[in-house]
């Protein structure tokens, strides 16, 4: 079975558990009565997605390129062993953590995001970088390139692939944890589901877990579609070189 395949499965599953929830809680109906909010809800959560996985995509790029370059390859291995220790906290220790620091509303929540986001991309970028053969590194330098042209022109479109599936998993866990933000007056969709849950509204649960579900999953499918269209490019030029010698 190809990983398609067990997306599309996984997918048509989680439509009919949802489709099982929603009739259990009493309809659809019972669910879009709280439509105004799920989209005010949803802004706010792709908001926070936003605004603590871009500057991750940044710091994480860069970070990645950093520990490949030979002055500070040493650090490394220490450097992601942190971040694994970092993401191995349970996010709302992360949020407490970051609450006495900052205090209550997004901060606190968009710092333990932005943690939660980093290895991904940092490690992805790392293997990515780390991956590149050894011949072309030598063709690049032997061409009289920079170290700079080279990372530009070289490394970085080798490892696009591998980069991409780290944003793409550092974003889709995002979308998955913000939910927690609103425990600290974060907003987001965590505010329906962890109210629905206090007060026993499976109705009210359900309008902020379906809407958090199907972020994810659109998310995930715009992400693998962009790498697709980022990646497909440079393949195809490739085997036209390779073709032509």
Same mark, same amino acid.
């Given at each position: 079975?190809t ?12 439509i ?6 929603? =009739?259990?809680? @009493? $309809?659809?109906?019972?669910i ?7 989209v +005010?809800l949803?802004?706010? +959560? ?6 603590s $996985?871009?500057?991750?995509i ?13 002055s500070?390859?040493r650090?490394?291995? %220490?450097v992601?062993?942190?971040?694994? #220790?970092?993401?191995? #906290? ?11 620091? &900052?205090?209550v ?9 932005f943690? +939660? ?8 970028t ?6 590149? %053969?050894? *011949? ?5 330098? /032997?061409?009289g390139?920079?170290? &700079? ?14 980069i991409?599936?780290?944003?793409? =998993?550092?974003?889709v866990?995002?979308? @998955? =944890?913000?939910?927690? !933000?609103?425990?600290?007056g974060? @907003?987001?969709? /965590? ?10 509204? %499976?109705?009210?649960?359900? *309008?902020?877990?379906?809407?958090? !579900?199907a ?7 715009? &992400? ?9 490019? $440079? #393949?195809?030029?490739?085997d ?6």
């Open positions: 079975m990983a398609r395949q067990i997306r599309f499965c996984l997918a048509v599953a989680a009919a558990v949802v489709a099982a929830a929603a =009739v259990a809680s @009493g $309809g659809v109906d019972a879009l009565k709280y439509r105004v909010e799920m +005010h949803t802004r706010q +959560h792709i908001l926070l997605v936003v605004l $996985g871009g500057p991750a940044i710091v994480g790029v860069l970070m990645g390129i950093a520990l490949t370059r030979r500070l390859r650090f490394c291995n %220490p992601l062993q942190v971040l694994n #220790i970092v993401t191995a #906290i349970p996010t709302l220790a992360i949020i407490a953590l970051a609450m006495m620091a &900052l205090g509303g997004k901060p606190p929540a968009l710092v333990a995001l943690l +939660h986001a980093l290895l991904p991309i940092v490690r992805n790392v293997e990515g970088l780390h991956q590149l %053969p050894p *011949a072309e590194l030598e063709c690049a330098h /032997g061409m390139m920079t170290p &700079l042209q080279t990372l530009m022109m070289v490394e970085l479109p080798e490892a696009l692939p591998i991409a599936q780290g944003v793409r =998993v550092a974003l866990i995002n979308v @998955g =944890v913000a939910p927690l !933000a609103f425990l600290v974060g @907003g987001g969709l /965590g505010d329906l589901i962890f109210s629905g849950i206090d007060l026993f509204e %499976p109705a009210m649960m359900l *309008a902020g877990a379906v809407p958090t !579900a972020l994810a999953v659109v998310l995930d499918f715009l &992400l693998s579609r962009l790498t697709r269209l980022l990646v497909s490019p $440079g #393949i195809r030029n490739d036209a070189t390779v073709a032509q010698l």
